[in-house]
């Protein structure tokens, strides 16, 4: 294992770790989707000698790892109809591993997944990046399990069978502190104009008692 960690080189720990935990635990089999800033990372488990995927958009970055970490070879090719691409995908021989490819995201941190088929989904948010605050957003619909690992924060889904698509809306850990600096940034400086309005229709009374009272005088 360490030898295909110095192959692959740093910026894999995170996938590998993850495929690793895929293959590892007995209790999730489904895909997974590790976001990042611009593109996320699809890891889907294989246990086949052929698979079909059908995705919104064409992908050239397909990789298929075996149980050993080794990579398999594969024929491809896809159809496209109706804003969908069908890719079907021939191994040659019964693998089991993992299908690894990239997706582009449309919109910085929100994240939005079409349900294809009923299978487990589990999303991985980007490192620093949290959901759940309701304004400043979540996850729709509520996550089977949400737990925090090494890569980021886990958001999981065992039963899709009834969900048409998920949406998760993420921020920076940060945010919620920084949302309650500016308020009460807001909250300080109304205060300091209510005084100043307080002060300022004092002082004009002030004014118009003392005109009134040099007009009573004149007369």
């Known amino acids: 294992m360490y030898d295909l960690l110095l192959k692959v080189g740093a910026p894999a720990l995170i996938t590998l770790a993850v495929i690793c935990m895929i293959t590892s635990g007995t209790e999730f089999n489904g895909t997974t989707y590790i976001l990042g800033e611009r593109t996320a990372e699809v890891i889907v488990p294989i246990n086949a000698s052929e698979l079909n995927l059908t995705l919104s958009e064409n992908v050239g970055n397909m990789t298929l790892l075996d149980e050993n970490g080794k990579s398999v070879p594969f024929n491809s090719s896809y159809e496209f109809w109706q804003g969908d ?33 009923r299978q487990p989904v589990r999303i991985i948010l980007p490192k620093g990046f949290t959901t759940g605050d309701r304004s400043l957003g979540i996850a ?43 308020f009460s940034i807001l909250a300080l400086a109304g205060l300091v104009l209510l005084v100043e309005y307080y002060f300022s229709i004092r002082k004009l009374r002030e004014q118009r008692i003392v005109e009134e009272d040099e007009l009573n005088d004149s007369e």
Not at 92 to 102: E, I, S
Not at 153 to 177: C, F, G, H
Request: net charge positive; charged share 15%.
């Open 85 to 117: 691409y069908t890719y079907s995908l021939n191994f040659k021989r019964h693998v089991t591993g993992n299908l690894t490819y990239n997706l582009t995201l449309l919109q910085s941190q929100q994240f939005i997944l079409p349900i294809r088929g």
């Open 140 to 182: 729709r619909p509520l996550p089977d399990s949400i737990s925090v690992g090494d890569a980021g924060s886990v958001l999981t889904w065992n039963n899709t069978t009834s969900i048409m698509y998920i949406e998760v809306d993420y921020y920076r850990k940060s945010a919620p502190q920084a949302l309650t600096l500016i």
